[in-house]
Nanobody, 120 residues
Framework: QVQLVESGGGLVQAGESLRLSCAASGKISRLNYMGWYRQGPGKQRELVAEVTSSGSTNYADSVKGRFTISSDNAKNTVFLQMNNLKPEDTDVYYC??????????????WGQGTRVIISS
């Protein structure tokens, strides 16, 4: 019903920046919230940042002041601007979202993940 497609991951050096994008498509009436999580080998998936349709944001303490989440509600797209990247930011980043659909049901799900590697 809904697909989340991420882009923008890659390999950069510590101190550099990356911008992740996630576009949702399908029978979407409106966005409820979208966000980014990350997960490394043997670790639990953790919240990085999330944004609601009203623009409220929430960040993990480890990324506050370095990462900025934003959304284009009209395009059902969320962005994560990551500045001053550190080696500990190396992970697979997953897009997450909840949407109202045309039939007034809700859908919640994940993208396929995009790998971010920060070299020291």
């Amino acid at each position: 019903q809904v697909q989340l497609v991420e882009s923008g991951g890659g390999l950069v050096q510590a101190g550099e920046s990356l911008r992740l994008s996630c576009a949702a498509s399908g029978k979407i009436s409106r966005l409820n919230y979208m966000g980014w999580y990350r997960q490394g080998p043997g670790k639990q998936r953790e919240l990085v940042a999330e944004v609601t349709s009203s623009g409220s944001t929430n960040y993990a303490d480890s990324v506050k002041g370095r990462f900025t989440i934003s959304s284009d509600n009209a395009k059902n797209t969320v962005f994560l601007q990551m500045n001053n990247l550190k080696p500990e930011d190396t992970d697979v980043y997953y897009c997450n979202g909840e949407f109202w659909l045309w039939d007034d049901s809700t859908w919640h799900g994940w993208g396929q993940g995009t790998r971010v590697i920060i070299s020291s």
